[in-house]
């Protein structure tokens, strides 16, 4: 009898080592915790790891030396509010109806809200990725830039919690006044006031606070931690000892404002990877880390006089269809899976987050168009081929050539009916068929692994692949146009 209770034991415990090991929604140990920490108009050239001369970023050089630097990572658009959206959604943001960023709605603002922009917003009915998270049993939460409506904190629009943030602290836009002393932060729709300090700390305070809370429950849940900064977006402001430090190395005081405003933020991202190790959390998470889309251009409004940002080798800046418009800093650490120092060039997109996150976390993904992919692999250190381009269309861009696709190695922009198209700040009824019926021309073609900063023009010398890719770009966007959702004429 008692070697049969010592068969049984012995049964019953490989049966449940098995069922430990099976990667299950119920099985809460083997579904990895998520932290995206996003910067807000960071370009490609302004961390050290990613070759700035003067930057001190030793946290985020030190997570990309323990994970991958994607050095071919995109912003879904070039612009705040669609990069957002996208990067929530897993979807283009033309698909949602964010085309470009949304004031807010407000007496100060109404001369904005023309052409329905104070009606954009994060719908309801789009799936985002803390709400697919959420319902699978994740604990969720965001802190910082929301972005994603014009109406904040107001029963008229949804809000963060709508979209399945259980927690929130978050500005509708930019912090404000500044990113010192900023008044204008809600806390699950309770405004919160004055908050001492600098805005990439505040943000980082919280998001630790509710790691530490989350972690003293008696049942604790898988989570999703979204750290959106404000940093460095103007305006910019940085505690005065970084900014010391900057003097004998910027060209002015301003440029010093803007090497510290990134130094600060390292520093509030050490602060988030400190805690992750100290709450043993570190080896279960997958840290993505990048930015809304490239670096503020000097000077192009009143307020941006500290807009240093660097694109590094690449052309154009924030607003751009070039590449510095959207690709950015990218760096991805999952302990144990992606292989530590690596640099990898393979094209990764933010709209990859959610069908990558919903497969790791084992969730069915229901049937809508993704624009996105499951990049698993690359995060593995595997090069793999993209199954779908990669496309912007930004109807208010600065250079002439709004619409822009790569796949593979090659880079195609073109214009708008030769560029007749007007400018458009979002979509409504009342010009949505010009949208339609736009046709793509104009076309340049640039190899992106010999020419990273789109300089050698192929289209003359390449006719068969110009045609070939072209047909695909207006192929997508004759789709994308037809799927879009659309606001009511103002």
Not at 26 to 53: A, K
Not at 246 to 272: C, K, W
Not at 433 to 452: G, I, K
Request: proline content about 7%; aromatic content about 8%; hydrophobic content about 40%.
């Amino acid at each position: 009898m008692r070697r049969l209770h010592i068969r049984l034991l012995t049964i019953l415990s490989v049966v449940l080592v098995l069922l430990m090991g099976r990667h299950t929604l119920g099985d809460e140990p083997t579904r990895p915790n998520f932290v995206v920490i996003l910067c807000d108009d960071l370009g490609w050239g302004d961390l050290g790891c990613y070759g700035h001369p003067h930057i001190q970023s030793k946290n985020l050089d030190r997570l990309a030396g323990q994970g991958i630097r994607l050095t071919s990572c995109y912003s879904a658009a070039p612009v705040c509010s669609p990069s957002r959206t996208g990067l929530l959604t897993g979807r283009s943001p033309n698909r949602a109806g964010i085309f470009d960023w949304i004031p807010e709605a407000n007496e100060k603002n109404q001369a904005k809200s023309k052409n329905s922009r104070h009606l954009v917003h994060l719908r309801k009915d789009e799936l985002a990725l803390p709400k697919l998270l959420g319902d699978a049993g994740y604990a969720t939460a965001m802190a910082g830039k929301w972005h994603c409506n014009s109406m904040f904190n107001n029963p008229e629009q949804p809000q963060p919690d709508d979209a399945g943030f259980q927690h929130w602290l978050a500005t509708q836009n930019n912090a404000g006044p500044s990113h010192k002393n900023p008044r204008n932060f809600v806390r699950n729709r309770q405004p919160v006031g004055l908050l001492e300090g600098f805005s990439c700390q505040i943000v980082a305070s919280e998001a630790i606070d509710w790691l530490e809370k989350a972690q003293q429950r008696t049942t604790r849940s898988p989570f999703f931690l979204y750290v959106a900064f404000h940093e460095p977006h103007e305006p910019v402001e940085s505690p005065q000892d970084l900014v010391q430090q900057y003097l004998s190395t910027a060209r002015n005081p301003e440029e010093a404002q803007y090497f510290a405003n990134v130094h600060n933020m390292d520093l509030a991202v050490g602060r988030i990877l400190e805690a992750l190790d100290r709450l043993e959390l570190a080896d279960n998470t997958v840290v993505f880390f990048s930015s809304d889309n490239g670096p503020e251009t000097l000077l192009r409004y009143a307020a941006g006089k500290r807009s240093y940002g660097s694109p590094g080798p690449l052309r154009g800046m924030k607003l751009w269809t070039t590449e510095a418009g959207f690709r950015v800093p990218g760096i991805v650490r999952w302990p144990g899976k992606t292989p530590a120092g690596t640099v990898l060039d393979t094209p990764v997109s933010s709209l990859d987050l959610l069908p990558t996150f919903a497969h790791l976390a084992n969730i069915p993904l229901p049937n809508l168009a993704l624009d996105g992919m499951n990049v698993e692999s690359i995060w593995r250190g595997n090069t793999i081929e993209r199954t779908k381009p990669l496309f912007w269309f930004y109807y208010n861009a600065i250079n002439e050539q709004r619409a822009a696709m790569r796949d593979g190695k090659w880079k195609l922009i073109a214009k708008f009916n030769g560029g007749r198209l007007p400018k458009f700040e979002n979509i409504t009824t009342a010009n949505v068929q010009q949208v339609r019926s736009a046709e793509l021309t104009d076309f340049s073609l640039y190899d992106l692994d010999a020419d990273l900063g789109e300089r050698n023009d192929l289209a003359a010398t390449h006719p068969e692949l110009l045609s070939e890719l072209s047909l695909k770009m207006q192929s997508i966007y004759v789709e994308l146009v037809n799927s879009m959702h659309v606001w009511p004429e103002p």
